[in-house]
């Protein structure tokens, strides 16, 4: 408790959102690391990997208790188990994928989603051509039977890879169930979160005008040094 009587979040609820991408980003680069029989890597090493400052990666893993050994680095192996314990749940993520177009494959086809910690169970589509039929090793059920899939295979997360016109619809009725903990949107849709559902927009060309505004300023400051 602080001094006005309300609880201290502890280090792992104060994690921010880019600090959380910065972890999955180790977390990704250890396991290559552990595949390519490396032992021990140090903070340097991680960040001109993943082009960070040393700095911000001491920081980050910080939050584990990971302080790493001057001149040695960190132990690999034990750092991805730490990695795993604050990253992953002690369950499997049941997700469920609806919206089966060019998106919709590419993310199911992406090896990412060959994980320990979650895995798609089912993917859906209004489309009745599709229905039916095996995208990735997964049955393609028709929308409608959205509520009763989610229940049947215990569905707690949604990838929506939508038309934005329908995208909450979709999520109402998944959230209808109260199964549904969460969903990664990916329509453009601006969504209205039902209770007890936490929702991630990725805006793919929000990040691309990011992009093309840091090139465009890049090569202002180009010229002007001319």
């Not at 393609?140 to 939508?162: G, Q």
């Not at 999520?171 to 007890?196: C, H, M, R, W, Y």
């Amino acid at each position: 408790m602080n001094d006005m009587g309300f609880p201290i979040p502890s280090k792992k609820e104060r994690i921010t959102d880019p600090t959380v991408g910065r972890l999955v980003a180790y977390r990704r680069l250890l396991m290559r690391l552990v595949d390519d029989g490396v032992p021990v890597v140090s903070s340097k090493e991680i960040g001109e990997m993943l082009r960070l400052k040393s700095s911000q990666v001491r920081k980050d893993l910080s939050y584990l208790g990971e302080f790493g050994k001057r001149g040695v680095g960190y132990d690999v192996s034990r750092l991805l188990e730490d990695l795993a314990g604050i990253l992953a749940p002690f369950e499997v993520w049941r997700i469920g994928l609806v919206g089966i177009g060019r998106l919709g494959e590419a993310l199911l086809n992406h090896r990412s989603f060959l994980s320990e910690n979650y895995e798609v169970t089912a993917v859906f589509d209004s489309n009745p051509d599709k229905v039916g039929r095996s995208y990735a090793g997964k049955l393609c059920y028709h929308i409608d039977d959205l509520p009763r899939v989610i229940a049947e295979k215990d569905i707690s997360v949604l990838i929506l890879t939508v038309p934005q016109q329908a995208a909450q619809a979709v999520l109402d009725a998944a959230a209808g169930t109260g199964k549904i903990e969460g969903a990664l949107n990916f329509s453009a849709a601006v969504l209205q979160a039902p209770p007890g559902v936490q929702v991630k927009d990725v805006d793919i060309f929000i990040e691309l005008e990011k992009l093309l505004f840091k090139l465009k300023a890049s090569e202002q400051k180009k010229k002007q040094s001319f």
